[in-house]
């Protein structure tokens, strides 16, 4: 055993030895010359773009402004596992001059390879438009700026996105078949789904094949029943309620261990146990949860559910039974707000869009690109596609989005194939006239039944303003820590009450369990800067 | 063998034997069977149970979709490629060192062994070996699939094991006695006997190159050098039914919902397919008295 | 060990040295050469210093993660699923090998060896989505069975003392084939003639597998089964994360879908280094007694 220790250990120390010599000596060759003036300067860039979007060279808008920036750009497109390439590529220090994508780089990620990347208000001055957007749109100018002040990523704003990511969907054509009124109220809302449940719903001769509530499984996230708590007043917004977290009288709380909480439970509790939620709630796949929902020809399955829009949760053809409800009230006595999931930030606005490499050597040409794309009749082809096949422009000065080519594929799918559509890097300014696509308009049509609840909403005060806030990296590696364990408690606790119940027994118990996962360490720690957010504003 | 010399225990046996080989071949055939009807079903059905024995709302849509992409040809061409060399070049190391460990009479086998061993367990994490390939000029070349990690050391292990427990120990004690030498040994006798071990250790290796899709997410930049895994995922993704469709802001919903499972069961078929034919010629290998018709020829 | 001995053994063994000097060579370059990037698990990451440059931080991220709110529970499931895969997974293909290798007809051994090896080639995702479909309570094919022969409505996929069992067999199903291939090479090595002399003395078809299969797989049993012990506290990734629900989450969260979730991955190197330090010395441990016992017993070992 001593002579192999000895073996490994002179393995190991040559090996040590000669990484430390070979890293040493990798210094690379300096090629810094500028290029001649009237030739292209060549760059590299990595975009994360969607997996459907097509490939760049096809895209018109981003040959027009690599022609104008006097830049030609070999891009590396990346559609999956970027989190996976990324930690060796930055750690090794081996990066292009930019990274397009959603978060491309993260602030988390800046603060760990601090120096790798270019601080921006140095060069701020050769982004005319850059500067315009802050101008216009202060909030840009909050995303874009870390606590020492430096510019590290540039954020996208889209403008045109609703205020909720969820729209609350019933199907109007049962309630019409069987004489029920649009209910108000959580208990009303009971009575319907049983009578969905028991009355054959959808007609077709089988009493049994209607599924009265389904959503996608879980507490918190999207198109979930935790946007019920509205109905009792809880401001939710979806960066901070997929665990929990919501603004109440200017303290940062965690619905997880409200009392309010435990009564949506117990109503679900009481549905599951009627036989109203899908049995297969909490193990479905989100294709089969998608799948479902799509019934059969004209037979629809889902009485009553959430979703972004009608058309794509329930396909073209069932998508004209349903309609968009108002929020629920929690009982016909409750008197105060009803309310709703508000998102428009994360929606919006999105960090960190492009990024460049503190190595390049050719900052001012990444700098003319960047101002480029900045401009405001870009953005919208970054956003939507190019004018000419996605976008007319109309001669008045407004532009309207085209409808796919193919009239088969839907609007969404056009978007998201024709340019880098969510995943880019662009500003939208509040003057460009731009009439939206049906998908567009659609969503903001079924908005409307939220429209009451959303105005209640004061952002400034009653919304967690997670979009605006730069952790501290320790700071995040504690919120993030603390929440996967919450949330293991959480998921776990939630699914089994509401199938079997017995959340008055184990409440105190599991509040207790949420404490000791880490829960008020991250209250704190929010309440913290939130204050200092207001404090600045 | 006539019926005659069958006593009654064997035919007991050889009906138990059938029943149970039955239903193992039942058990494994129907999702087989399962995979081929999805890939040409409507994928809606398919994932709500009603496509169980026969396939439903057929179409071959999932499958022009994945052929429709071009880089896939050049997914299957590049992966052949690192499939073979890489598989040579694999035996060509793991096979001499196997039969080096396996003699006793090398004294230091078993501290290299124990080196070897040491590194199915710890190895120094994935930026320091990225760093490595940087420094050795690998990154996005054809040579990172092939050359780095040639020695597997669990297949090491496999063929030490052969080499020590099926080689018969008189063979050698009489070629040395005619004055063979280790190289002659191991090219003419040992070789040649081991006929089934080369066949399961190429096939082990062969089918890890085949489905590596890692070295090309991390070390490959270039379109033009990625492997067919890569590919496929990427065919894949691209028509998943997308769950963050709204937290993206948009939704490709309708169009892709109804042929995600299509091209999900379809991915496999075509990467799978030419695996298929590949081991009927290996199979041979495994079927009795190759070892003792060659050791008699 | 005296350079001079190593001389004048590489003088004469010098055609064995050869032979297996390119096998050292690439592990000394590919393992041994990145192997500095251990001590990360002992340093904070600090990229303006080098990756090894940072702040030595002793034993504070072992100790971080041992005090973890769930360190218990995940040491409890990663342990419990490797274990059940081991004990129920590991005797299966040998028993697979021996059941092929008694089909006398040549045409069905054939066709069984072929589709027992393919299930191995479907990706996770895959086998998930067909384990969701299939294993529907609602509308799969075994949850139609089960209805029938009166078991009635589990949801398989759902419940926390259903999921080692789905999980351990539908990793058997998919890979029992492919890992019995190794047996039945080892089966091919047989001399026929031993089987002849054994019908002669009226040896059943079973004695023969008892006093002549079972002793020629031996060596390859005892060698495989050090190694799966070597990986007790290795579970797969993917399927796992992919076959969790909040109704199984109790049982089905271990270090690896753990480590995934606090997304230490992307930024917190020396965290992830530690907690992969820690489960491959226990890794190693196992490996390293079960190698002892068997050397003692069998006189089989890996060094």
């Known amino acids: 055993m001593k002579k192999m220790m000895y073996v490994l250990l002179v393995f190991t120390l040559l090996g040590t030895l000669l990484a430390a010599c070979s890293n040493d000596s990798s210094n690379q060759p300096s090629n810094g010359s500028a290029a001649p003036s009237g030739k292209k300067e060549k760059l590299t860039a990595i975009v994360v773009k969607h997996a459907l979007t097509k490939p760049l060279a096809e895209m018109e808008w981003l040959q027009e402004i690599e022609e104008k920036a006097n830049v030609d750009i070999e891009w590396q497109e990346i559609t999956a596992d970027w989190g996976q390439k990324k930690g060796p590529m930055l750690a090794s220090g081996d990066i292009p001059d930019l990274f397009v994508g959603p978060n491309v780089i993260t602030d988390a990620d800046f603060a760990q390879f601090n120096g790798l990347f270019q601080d921006l208000n140095e060069l701020l001055d050769q982004a005319p438009n850059v500067q315009q957007m802050f101008e216009d749109n202060p909030a840009t100018q909050v995303i874009a700026t870390q606590t020492d002040g430096r510019i590290l990523g540039l954020p996208k704003y889209q403008r045109f996105w609703p205020d909720s990511v969820n729209r609350q969907y019933i199907n109007q054509t049962w309630l019409d078949h069987l004489n029920l009124e649009m209910p108000t109220n959580w208990d009303e809302l009971y009575d319907v789904l049983l009578a969905f449940k028991e009355q054959d719903a959808n007609g077709n001769g089988d009493p049994n094949d209607e599924i009265p509530v389904d959503w996608p499984g879980g507490i918190g996230g999207f198109f979930n029943p935790a946007v019920m708590l509205g109905g009792m007043g809880i401001n939710l917004s979806s960066d901070v309620s997929g665990q929990g977290y919501f603004v109440e009288d200017g303290q940062v709380k965690n619905f997880l261990v409200d009392e309010r909480y435990k009564e949506l439970v117990k109503f679900l509790n009481k549905l599951y146990a009627a036989g109203l939620i899908n049995t297969e709630v909490f193990t479905h796949d989100y294709t089969k949860f998608q799948s479902v929902a799509r019934g059969e020809g004209d037979i629809a399955k889902v009485g009553f559910t959430w979703g972004w829009v009608a058309s794509d949760r329930f396909g073209e053809q069932l998508a004209p039974q349903y309609t968009s409800m108002a929020p629920l009230k929690w009982s016909a006595s409750y008197n105060g707000d009803v309310s709703w999931s508000y998102d428009f930030n994360t929606l919006n606005y999105g960090a960190n869009a492009i990024v460049m490499s503190a190595k390049s050597k050719k900052k001012d040409a990444a700098m003319r690109f960047i101002n480029e794309l900045y401009a405001p009749e870009v953005g919208i082809q970054v956003l939507f596609g190019s004018i000419g096949p996605n976008i007319a422009d109309n001669g008045d000065g407004s532009y309207s989005v085209l409808p796919p080519k193919d009239p088969q594929m839907d609007p969404g799918t056009w978007k998201w194939t024709s340019t880098w559509a969510d995943n880019g890097a662009f500003y939208i300014s509040d003057d460009i006239k731009l009439t939206l696509g049906t998908d567009m308009q659609e969503v903001l049509d079924h908005s409307e039944s939220l429209q009451e609840a959303l105005s209640r909403i004061n952002p400034e005060e009653d919304i967690y303003p997670s979009v605006f806030i730069k952790y501290s990296s320790q700071d995040n590696n504690t919120m993030s820590l603390n929440n996967t364990n919450l949330m293991n408690l959480a998921d776990t606790s939630f699914a089994k009450w509401v199938t079997s119940g017995g959340i008055e027994q184990e409440w105190d118990s599991y509040v207790q369990e949420a404490e000791k996962a880490g829960l008020p360490q991250n209250l704190e720690i929010m309440q913290r800067y939130f204050e200092e957010y207001k404090a600045r504003k | 063998m006539s019926l005659r010399s069958k006593s009654i225990p064997e035919i007991s046996f050889t009906i138990v034997l059938g029943l149970i080989c039955a239903a193992i071949f039942l058990l494994i055939a129907y999702p087989l069977y399962f995979i081929v009807i999805a890939s040409i079903s409507d994928s809606v059905l398919v994932s709500t149970g009603k496509v169980l024995l026969f396939p439903k709302g057929i179409s071959f849509f999932g499958y022009s979709e994945i052929f429709q992409d071009s880089r896939i040809w050049t997914g299957y061409r590049n992966t052949i490629f690192y499939t073979a060399a890489g598989t040579l070049v694999n035996l060509l190391v793991t096979l001499p060192a196997a039969y080096v460990l396996s003699r006793k009479e090398f004294k230091y086998g078993k501290y290299i062994m124990f080196a070897f061993v040491f590194t199915m367990f710890f190895n120094g994490g994935l930026i320091p070996t990225y760093l490595l390939m940087k420094d050795l000029h690998l990154i996005n070349t054809v040579w990172v699939f092939i050359i780095p990690f040639c020695v597997n050391v669990f297949y090491l292990i496999i063929a030490l094991t052969f080499f020590e427990n099926s080689l018969p120990k008189e063979l050698y004690e009489a070629a040395a006695m005619d004055g063979c030498s280790h190289f002659k040994y191991f090219m003419t006798v040992a070789l040649p006997l081991s006929k089934a071990l080369i066949s399961v250790i190429g096939l082990y290796y062969l089918v890890g190159h085949w489905n590596n899709f890692f070295t090309g997410l991390i070390y490959i930049r270039s379109n033009e050098l990625q492997p067919l895994q890569i590919v496929l995922r990427d065919i894949l993704l691209s028509n998943q039914v997308f769950s963050g469709g709204a937290g993206t802001g948009g939704s490709a919903g309708g169009y892709a919902q109804r042929y995600a499972d299509q091209i999900k069961y379809g991915v496999i078929i075509i990467s799978t397919l030419p695996v298929l034919l590949v081991y009927p010629f290996i199979q041979k290998y495994f079927d009795k008295g190759v070892m003792i018709g060659s050791v008699k020829g | ?303």
């Open chain 3, 1 to 303: 060990m005296k350079p001079s001995i190593i001389r004048n053994t590489f003088i004469r063994d010098y055609q064995l040295w050869l032979m297996v000097l390119p096998a050292i060579a690439a592990i000394f370059i590919f393992n041994y050469i990145p192997m500095y990037g251990i001590q990360l698990a002992f340093k904070d990451f600090d990229f303006s210093k080098g990756l090894t440059g940072g702040e030595f931080r002793g034993f504070a991220y072992f100790q971080q993660f041992i005090e973890n709110y769930q360190f218990g529970s995940l040491m409890r499931n990663t342990f419990f699923i490797s274990f059940a895969t081991i004990v129920i997974g590991f005797p299966a293909p040998i028993i697979l090998a021996l059941l092929l290798n008694q089909i006398r007809i040549k045409r069905a051994k054939q066709l069984m060896q072929t589709t027992v090896y393919l299930p191995h080639f479907i990706s996770v995702i895959v086998l998930v989505g067909m384990l969701n479909v299939l294993l529907s309570s609602e509308t799969g094919i075994v949850g139609h069975f089960m209805k029938a022969i009166g078991l009635g409505h589990i949801n398989l996929l759902a419940s926390t003392n259903t999921f080692i069992p789905v999980y351990v067999l539908s990793d058997i199903w998919q890979h029992c084939g492919w890992n019995s291939i190794i047996y039945l090479a080892a089966l091919s090595t047989v001399d026929p003639q031993l089987y002849d002399s054994a019908k002669m003395d009226g040896a059943s078809r079973w004695q023969m597998v008892r006093y002549i299969d079972l002793p020629a797989l031996k060596p390859t049993i005892i060698i495989l089964f050090i190694l799966s012990m070597g990986n007790i506290l290795s579970t797969g990734f993917e399927k796992i994360f992919l076959m969790q629900n909040s109704l199984n989450l109790p049982v089905s969260e271990v270090i690896a879908t753990y480590v995934y979730k606090i997304g230490i991955v992307s930024s917190q190197f020396s965290y992830a280094s530690a907690i992969g330090l820690f489960n491959t010395i226990i890794n190693f441990i196992f490996l390293i007694s079960m190698n002892a016992i068997s050397k003692k017993m069998s006189e089989t070992s890996l060094y």
